[in-house]
């Protein structure tokens, strides 16, 4: 999910009523926040806590098994033992450059399925479908390549946009010319980061394309 840009916010005080009747979040957060999930503005209008609503949302992710019916692929993740505590990860979040991104527990560690300080980074919408492996839809054929008439019809994406790059008589030679494609996209994304440990990723998923080595993602 990627968080909601919110204005200067004011923290809501909680009661000790709202204190005392905390339960654990998804079974193992625990919520020791001194203020409620709900923040306002200057002007009165209600948020939920982005650092708040991250956090759940991880939990979700990893502890919630109806969550997990609907998206298996976050089977067997889980959250490090000090992320439990919701103001460990406020602080973590607060020093990150996370507005209007999403938490990530893969672009550093492709496969990843821990989050933790050490894994996770908040990276934007654009770079994170420059990372999504779209198998189901590409059918048999490898990433950027389609056949038509027989031959091997290879694209890319640019800037959200299809860009043709030729027919080829081969599938390996199709998908070698979306690695080199692919690669520079992923490379100018990587000097866009302000997460140096985000470019460092990106700038090795480059190479890695033009080199002919992937990683799970794609």
């Known amino acids: 999910m990627t968080n909601q840009i919110v204005p200067d916010f004011i923290q809501v005080p ?12 998804y079974g ?16 009165g ?8 609503v991250t956090w759940a949302g991880m939990l979700k992710r990893c502890y919630s098994p109806r969550y997990q019916e609907r998206y298996p692929t976050y ?13 460990t990860f406020r602080a973590w979040m607060a020093a990150q450059d ?6 990530d527990k893969d672009v550093l560690v492709p ?3 821990s989050y933790s300080p050490d894994t996770c980074a908040f990276i934007d919408q654009a ?3 420059l990372l999504t492996d779209s198998k189901a839809a590409r059918g048999a054929c490898p990433l950027g390549v389609s056949v038509k008439g027989g031959r091997y019809r290879a694209s890319c994406k640019v800037n959200g946009s299809g860009v043709y ?33 985000v470019k460092a990723a990106l700038l090795r998923y480059s190479a890695g394309l033009a080199g002919g080595v992937t990683s799970s993602a794609a």
């Open 14 to 25: 909680a009661s000790a009523l709202s204190l005392s009747c905390r339960k654990p979040v």
């Open 165 to 197: 790059l030729g027919v080829y008589d081969t599938p390996e030679l199709a998908h070698a010319a979306y690695r080199a494609c692919k690669s520079r996209v992923v490379w100018e994304a990587a000097n866009l980061q302000t997460d140096p440990r």
């Open 98 to 103: 996370w507005s209007g991104k999403a938490l």
């Open 111 to 113: 496969g990843n399925k």
């Open 45 to 52: 209008k209600r948020y939920k806590c982005p650092y708040y």
């Open 127 to 129: 770079t994170n479908k």
């Open 28 to 43: 193992v957060g625990i919520n020791d926040a001194g203020h409620t999930p709900l923040v306002r503005t200057a002007e």
């Open 75 to 87: 089977a067997g993740c889980s959250v490090a033992p000090e992320w439990h505590s919701f103001m």
